[in-house]
């Protein structure tokens, strides 16, 4: 049978698939599927934040504006993000750090990693020069299974199942390394990238055909060649899928570009939709986001029009994260000098594609986004940085405050003399040490929340500046986050960590 049309595969699905909580209606269909595969958790637990590679978080919020720069990293490369701890790809490494400000938890030896790592259950799985299990706690390796090939793919994580791919083979394995099964397609080699998980089944591609097969076994579900009028697919960025639909892009050959993303049932492998993009993009429930060739939009589910466009001079975007009000993307902008007057950066859009807020490092072309609540990370092959919101940040910066204060007013209370070391505090007579306190603690540190000229060795605020902004020190693993420098220290230093990252502790604010 032909394909189907725009309008009847809406009829046949009752047009609920689509993107947006900016964008549309919200619970319904996530609270569906909540048991499903591709859905995705609270965390960015792999390469565009869940197993199907969608970046749809319709109950996840991102900064308020105004924003500013929390902590910057200075080594870069994809990230995932889980419960409390950044987990970064770098020079063939895992860098584990403090979500709440930078600090290094640990850093593993060079496994020879590359891409995005998928973390879950305790564990980080990476590939590269083979497929490696870390331990999420210290980042000693668990275990390592070379595959014969070229560089293993970045594996994705789904119902206990590692599933990863590597020349023309996609293998899958349990948690313990133990092979579970592995599918090879014959004569071609499939896409050396992720494979995407939904619907109980995962999927990949190769240049002429999708693969379906079953995530428990294996075995196929389907198999299905590419559109008649379409020469090959596009096998650049990683194909999307969520409980239903299965999207891939691919280009006619006239140009160097893909032309059309094609939507494929998830059942059955029958082809269905198509939209402009040359990326498979952002699929949700009534809008879909993708990249026509350089620039950004959003097509109404329904009448297949361009809905949403971003109010912004672009000479290229990344592929769109889409929460509950915002959509963010990095921008390669075109500048004056090329008929432009935008800046490169971190972007967040509302629903009418106007600019909620940017943040524009003078020394970054653009940067890809990772949305967890409250906070957007921007990355690139250089740098790794945290948005939030600044009320956010204040708030911090006033409980630490009050955490120092009683700290000091125990110290004092437990001196045995304190009101001696208040007589000497105000002559300052006698030298900074005082009965009871730490020699480097003072009221004014107190009420400051640290300053960036204090004891580094007695606060841990210099191991939260050296980790947040990747000073060469210390490479030892530390296990784990520790006390000192994950919360105290990182937090006595939040605000000397932002003043480095934005230059002046700029904050960026609604446009004009």
Not at 66 to 95: F, M, N, R
Not at 267 to 282: F, L, Q
Not at 289 to 305: I, K, Q, S, V
Not at 446 to 451: F, I, L, M
Request: a negative charge; proline letters at 4%; charged letters at 30%.
């Amino acid at each position: 049978m032909p394909p189907l049309t725009r309008r009847r595969l809406l009829a046949a699905t009752g047009g609920t698939l689509a993107i947006g909580g900016v964008l549309g209606s919200s619970g319904s269909v996530a609270a569906d599927r909540s048991e499903s595969s591709a859905e995705p958790g609270d965390d960015w637990s792999s390469r565009r934040g869940s197993p199907g590679n969608n970046a749809y978080f319709p109950n996840r919020s991102g900064p308020e504006t105004p924003v500013a720069v929390a902590w910057e990293y200075d080594a870069g490369g994809p990230i995932a993000v889980q419960e409390g701890a950044v987990y970064l790809t770098t020079d063939g490494a895992i860098h584990a750090l403090d979500a709440t400000d930078g600090s290094v938890g640990w850093r593993s030896e060079d496994v020879g990693a590359s891409g995005t790592p998928a973390v879950a259950d305790g564990s980080v799985y990476v590939g590269g020069d083979a497929l490696v299990a870390l331990d999420a706690e210290d980042g000693t390796v668990r275990w390592e299974r070379e595959l014969d090939g070229d560089d293993v793919a970045p594996p994705n994580v789904a119902s206990g199942t590692i599933v990863t791919c590597v020349g023309a083979t996609v293998s899958a394995f349990d948690t313990d390394g133990e092979e579970q099964w592995a599918f090879e397609a014959e004569e071609e080699l499939l896409r050396a990238s992720e494979t995407a998980v939904a619907d109980g089944a995962v999927f990949a591609c190769s240049a002429s055909h999708v693969f379906a097969r079953e995530l428990e076994d294996g075995s196929e579900r389907w198999t299905n060649e590419r559109p008649e009028d379409a020469e090959r697919f596009v096998l650049h960025d990683p194909i999307v899928a969520v409980d239903g639909f299965v999207a891939v892009a691919f280009d006619d050959g006239e140009g160097p570009y893909a032309d059309d993303v094609v939507l494929y049932d998830t059942t059955t492998g029958e082809e269905g939709e198509r939209y402009g993009g040359a990326t498979p993009a952002t699929i949700g429930e009534d809008r879909v986001y993708t990249n026509p060739t350089y620039d950004a939009a959003g097509y109404d589910r329904e009448t297949g029009e361009t809905v949403w466009e971003p109010d912004q001079d672009i000479k290229h975007a990344q592929q769109p994260v889409v929460g509950a009000d915002r959509v963010y993307a990095g921008i390669n902008a075109l500048e004056e000098m090329s008929g432009g007057d935008g800046e490169h950066g971190l972007y967040a859009f509302d629903s009418a594609g106007d600019v909620a807020w940017s943040v524009t490092p003078d020394d970054v072309l653009e940067l890809n986004a990772t949305l967890v609540e409250g906070t957007v990370y921007g990355w690139d092959t250089d740098r790794l940085l945290a948005v939030r919101s600044e009320a956010d940040l204040g708030e911090r910066e006033d409980d630490e405050d009050d955490e120092t204060g009683e700290a000091d007013d125990e110290d004092d209370e437990t001196s045995g003399d304190g009101e001696a070391d208040d007589e000497e505090e105000n002559t300052e007579t006698e030298s900074e040490e005082t009965d009871g306190d730490e020699p480097t603690s003072t009221d004014d540190d107190a009420e400051d929340g640290g300053d960036e000229e204090q004891d580094d060795g007695e606060t841990g605020a210099d191991d939260t500046a050296e980790g947040a902004n990747g000073a060469d020190g210390d490479d030892e693993a530390v296990p784990g986050f520790t006390t000192g420098a994950g919360v105290a220290g990182g937090v006595l230093g939040l605000e000397w960590l932002r003043r480095r990252a934005n230059g002046d502790g700029e904050t960026f604010a609604d446009p004009d």
